[in-house]
C-alpha cells in the first residue's frame, strides 16, 4: 500500500492549479443515466472515485470516451468526458459496486425515473457515520415510487412513471437532493422540495439539467420547484472548481506559512472557510484567475468553528481547519454537526504532538508552538488530508500510511503541493 513521506517545517510558495470538483462530477456523471444522449461534462478530475464511477456507470449501459482518447495530452488536468446512455442494460446497482463509494446509490434517481424501476444495494455505514437512506426513501416516495427494502438492497418502483409532489425534507441532505431533481426532472408535473440542500454542487447539478432540457427553479435556495418534463437531451457542462481541495491548500498555506496563488478557485464557492481563515490571521485575496492565500511570520489566531450544511463551514474542511488549530496562539472550539463520527484525525494529530480534548461532537485544541513528525494513518479522504497539511508545517519527517484515500479526492496531490516548494513524495508498495 502506498504512504506519502514529508520532510516538514518548509514554506509554500507558488501556484496551485484547482481542479474540478469531485463532488460535482459524481451526481453530474450520474446524471447521465437520464437521457439516450451524449452527456459532455468538462473539466473532470482524474480520480479514483472518478473512475470507479465510470465503471459503475458501464455496467448500467453508459458508454465514454475521454477527450476522444486522448486523455494524457494536457498532463492528465481538466479532462473533457463524454457519457452515453444510449440503452440501459441494467437496473441494479450491486453490492460489490455500491459498497466501495456511496455516491453510487444516487443512481437510484435516473434509473427509477427513466426506466420505472431501480434495484440498488444499500451503501452500508462508512468511518464518519452511520449514513442512513432514509430521506431518499421518502422523498422518492412521495414522487409515487412503491420502495421494498429486500435482501440488502432497495428496490424501487413506479410502472406508470414519477408523479411531481411536495415534499419537505426533514433534515438537509446534499445526495437526497441531487436524487431528488433528476427523479422529479421525468416526472409528471410539478414537484416542489423543501429544506434542500444549497450547496454549490446541487446549482451546478441543476444548471447541466437545464442545459438538458429539465424545469428546474431555486436551485442553491432552500425551495427548489422542477416542472417535470417527458425526456431529456444532451448538454455539455463544465465542473465547478473543487472548493474543499481549495480550502484545504489554503489551509497548508495558513499552516506553513508563505504566499501561494489557488489557480482556478472561485472565492464564493467557500466564503465561510475563507473568512475564517481571514480570522485566523491569514491574508486571502480574491483575484480575477483565482485567490491568492499568504500568511507571513505572525501566529495563527484560535477560532472556533461549527460545521453546517452551505452556506455555513464544511464538515470536508473540518479536520483540516483542526490541523491548522493544533498550531494557534491558544484554544479553539471545533464543533460537528453534520456526521457523528468524523473526529478519526484527533489521534492521529496527537501522534504529531497536538493537544485535543473530545466533549461530545465538540473537540476542544489547545494550541501548541509546533508539531514533530511521526507515522500517521487516516480512515477517510479528508482526515488523511489533515494529516498531509500538519505534516507539511511539523518539523522532520511524517509518513502518512493508506494514501488511497487521498487518491479518491485529490488530484496529483504531491505534484502540486512539491510545486510550491513542499518536500512530499510517494512510496509505492
Ligand atoms: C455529501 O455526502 C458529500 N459527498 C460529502 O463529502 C459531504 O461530507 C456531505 O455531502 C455533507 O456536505 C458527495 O457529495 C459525494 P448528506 P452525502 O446526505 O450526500 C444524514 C467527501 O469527503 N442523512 O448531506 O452522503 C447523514 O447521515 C464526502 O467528499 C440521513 O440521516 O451527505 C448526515 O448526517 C464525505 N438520511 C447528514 O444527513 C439520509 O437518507 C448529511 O449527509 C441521508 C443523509
Given at each position: 500500500?502506498?504512504?506519502?513521506?514529508?520532510?516538514?517545517?518548509?514554506?509554500?510558495?507558488?501556484?496551485?492549479?484547482?481542479s474540478?470538483?469531485?463532488?460535482?462530477?459524481?451526481p453530474?456523471?450520474?446524471?447521465?443515466?437520464?437521457?439516450?444522449?451524449?452527456?459532455?461534462?468538462?473539466?473532470?478530475?482524474?480520480?479514483?472515485?472518478?473512475?470507479?464511477l465510470?465503471?459503475?456507470?458501464g455496467?448500467?449501459?453508459?458508454?465514454?470516451?475521454?477527450?476522444?482518447?486522448?486523455?494524457?495530452?494536457?498532463?492528465?488536468?481538466?479532462?473533457?468526458?463524454?457519457?452515453?446512455?444510449?440503452?440501459?442494460?441494467?437496473?441494479?446497482?450491486?453490492?460489490?459496486?455500491?459498497?466501495?463509494?456511496?455516491?453510487?446509490?444516487?443512481?437510484?434517481?435516473?434509473?427509477?425515473?427513466?426506466?420505472?424501476?431501480?434495484?440498488?444495494?444499500?451503501?452500508?455505514?462508512?468511518?464518519?457515520?452511520?449514513?442512513?437512506?432514509?430521506?431518499?426513501?421518502d422523498?422518492?416516495s412521495?414522487?409515487?415510487?412503491?420502495?421494498?427494502?429486500?435482501?440488502?438492497?432497495?428496490?424501487?418502483?413506479?410502472?406508470?412513471?414519477?408523479?411531481?409532489?411536495?415534499?419537505?425534507?426533514?433534515?438537509?441532505?446534499?445526495?437526497?437532493?441531487?436524487?431528488?431533481?433528476?427523479?422529479?426532472?421525468?416526472?409528471?408535473?410539478?414537484?416542489?422540495?423543501?429544506?434542500?440542500?444549497?450547496?454549490?454542487?446541487?446549482?451546478?447539478?441543476?444548471?447541466?439539467?437545464?442545459?438538458?432540457?429539465?424545469?428546474?427553479?431555486?436551485?442553491?435556495?432552500?425551495?427548489?420547484?422542477?416542472?417535470?418534463?417527458?425526456?431529456?437531451?444532451?448538454?455539455?457542462?463544465?465542473?465547478?472548481?473543487?472548493?474543499?481541495?481549495?480550502?484545504?491548500?489554503?489551509?497548508?498555506?495558513a499552516?506553513?506559512?508563505?504566499d501561494?496563488?489557488?489557480?482556478?478557485?472561485?472565492?464564493?464557492?467557500?466564503?465561510?472557510?475563507?473568512?475564517?481563515?481571514?480570522?485566523?490571521?491569514?491574508?486571502?485575496?480574491?483575484?480575477?484567475?483565482?485567490?491568492?492565500?499568504?500568511?507571513?511570520?505572525?501566529?495563527?489566531?484560535?477560532?472556533?468553528?461549527?460545521?453546517?450544511?452551505?452556506?455555513?463551514?464544511?464538515?470536508?474542511?473540518?479536520?483540516?481547519?483542526?490541523?491548522?488549530?493544533?498550531?494557534?496562539?491558544?484554544?479553539?472550539?471545533?464543533?460537528?454537526?453534520?456526521?457523528?463520527?468524523?473526529?478519526?484525525?484527533?489521534?492521529?494529530?496527537?501522534?504529531?504532538?497536538?493537544?485535543?480534548?473530545?466533549?461530545?461532537?465538540?473537540?476542544?485544541?489547545?494550541?501548541?508552538?509546533?508539531?514533530?513528525?511521526?507515522?500517521?494513518?487516516?480512515?477517510?479522504?479528508?482526515?488523511?488530508v489533515?494529516?498531509?497539511?500538519?505534516?507539511?508545517?511539523?518539523?522532520?519527517?511524517?509518513?502518512?500510511?493508506?494514501?488511497?484515500?487521498?487518491?479518491?479526492?485529490?488530484?496529483?496531490?504531491?505534484?502540486?503541493?512539491?510545486?510550491?516548494?513542499?518536500?512530499?513524495?510517494?512510496?509505492?508498495?
Amino acid at each position: 500500500m502506498d504512504r506519502i513521506r514529508i520532510a516538514g517545517g518548509r514554506e509554500l510558495n507558488g501556484t496551485i492549479p484547482i481542479s474540478g470538483a469531485k463532488n460535482a462530477a459524481l451526481p453530474l456523471m450520474i446524471a447521465s443515466l437520464l437521457t439516450d444522449d451524449t452527456l459532455t461534462l468538462e473539466n473532470v478530475p482524474h480520480l479514483a472515485d472518478v473512475e470507479q464511477l465510470i465503471r459503475i456507470l458501464g455496467n448500467h449501459g453508459v458508454d465514454y470516451s475521454v477527450n476522444g482518447r486522448r486523455e494524457h495530452q494536457n498532463g492528465g488536468y481538466s479532462r473533457t468526458i463524454h457519457f452515453t446512455a444510449r440503452q440501459i442494460v441494467d437496473t441494479t446497482a450491486p453490492y460489490e459496486l455500491v459498497s466501495k463509494m456511496r455516491a453510487s446509490f444516487w443512481v437510484i434517481g435516473p434509473l427509477l425515473a427513466r426506466m420505472g424501476e431501480a434495484r440498488v444495494s444499500l451503501p452500508g455505514g462508512c468511518s464518519i457515520g452511520t449514513r442512513p437512506v432514509d430521506l431518499f426513501i421518502d422523498g422518492l416516495s412521495a414522487l409515487g415510487a412503491e420502495i421494498d427494502i429486500e435482501g440488502g438492497y432497495i428496490v424501487a418502483r413506479a410502472p406508470k412513471g414519477l408523479v411531481g409532489a411536495r415534499y419537505a425534507f426533514p433534515k438537509v441532505s446534499v445526495g437526497a437532493t441531487h436524487v431528488m431533481l433528476m427523479a422529479a426532472a421525468l416526472a409528471r408535473g410539478e414537484t416542489v422540495i423543501e429544506n434542500a440542500a444549497c450547496e454549490p454542487e446541487i446549482v451546478n447539478l441543476a444548471e447541466c439539467l437545464n442545459k438538458m432540457g429539465a424545469r428546474i427553479e431555486g436551485a442553491g435556495t432552500p425551495t427548489v420547484r422542477i416542472d417535470g418534463v417527458t425526456s431529456l437531451s444532451g448538454a455539455r457542462h463544465r465542473i465547478i472548481p473543487d472548493r474543499i481541495e481549495t480550502g484545504t491548500y489554503a489551509m497548508a498555506v495558513a499552516m506553513t506559512g508563505g504566499d501561494v496563488m489557488l489557480e482556478g478557485a472561485e472565492p464564493e464557492l467557500l466564503k465561510s472557510a475563507l473568512d475564517t481563515l481571514e480570522q485566523t490571521g491569514v491574508e486571502i485575496v480574491p483575484l480575477n484567475s483565482g485567490i491568492r492565500v499568504r500568511r507571513n511570520g505572525a501566529g495563527i489566531r484560535p477560532v472556533d468553528v461549527t460545521t453546517a450544511p452551505f452556506p455555513g463551514f464544511p464538515t470536508d474542511l473540518q479536520a483540516q481547519f483542526m490541523a491548522l488549530m493544533t498550531m494557534a496562539k491558544g484554544k479553539s472550539r471545533i464543533t460537528e454537526t453534520i456526521f457523528e463520527n468524523r473526529f478519526m484525525h484527533v489521534q492521529e494529530l496527537a501522534r504529531l504532538g497536538a493537544h485535543i480534548g473530545l466533549a461530545g461532537q465538540t473537540a476542544i485544541v489547545e494550541g501548541v508552538s509546533g508539531l514533530k513528525g511521526a507515522q500517521v494513518m487516516a480512515t477517510d479522504l479528508r482526515a488523511s488530508v489533515s494529516l498531509v497539511i500538519a505534516g507539511l508545517a511539523a518539523e522532520g519527517e511524517t509518513t502518512v500510511n493508506r494514501v488511497y484515500h487521498l487518491d479518491r479526492g485529490f488530484e496529483r496531490l504531491e505534484e502540486k503541493l512539491s510545486g510550491c516548494g513542499a518536500k512530499i513524495e510517494r512510496i509505492s508498495g
